[in-house]
């Protein structure tokens, strides 16, 4: 199964940018699913971004344009480049993977994902 160990949060200034990183310690990425969500105080977590095992990628709506997901050279690592940052952004982000669908696609719910690191902060100030 999936360890999942996210990084590369941090504050940053509207306008920013950062770069997150997700690392697979048990190296299952090559047959999973990954994928991004966020979750910030006194709201459910939401989806951000996914890419599917054939390299699909999908996008919320609040981040297409600003936000790419991509898979590392190394096959057990996910990365969520994050450009043009907002206040609204500001959430703890969470990478999730499932080893039989998409983690993030329109009506699947957080819950139905099976694996997921710790997360890490992304704080966006004006």
């Known amino acids: 199964q999936a360890r999942l160990v996210e990084s590369g949060g941090g504050s940053v200034q509207v306008g920013g940018s950062l770069r997150l990183s997700c690392v697979d310690t048990?190296?299952?990425?090559?047959?999973?699913?990954m994928g991004w969500f966020r979750q910030a105080p006194g709201k459910e977590r939401e989806g951000v971004a996914g890419i599917d095992v054939d390299g699909t990628t999908r996008y919320a709506d609040s981040v297409k344009g600003r936000f790419t997901i991509s898979k590392g050279a190394a096959k057990n690592s996910v990365y969520l480049e994050m450009n043009k940052l907002e206040s609204e952004d500001t959430a703890m982000y969470y990478c999730g993977a499932d080893p039989a669908s998409s983690v993030y696609r329109p009506g699947k719910a957080w819950f139905r994902v099976p694996y997921w690191g710790k997360g890490t902060q992304v704080t966006v100030s004006s």
């Open positions: 048990a190296y299952t990425f090559d047959t999973y699913y």
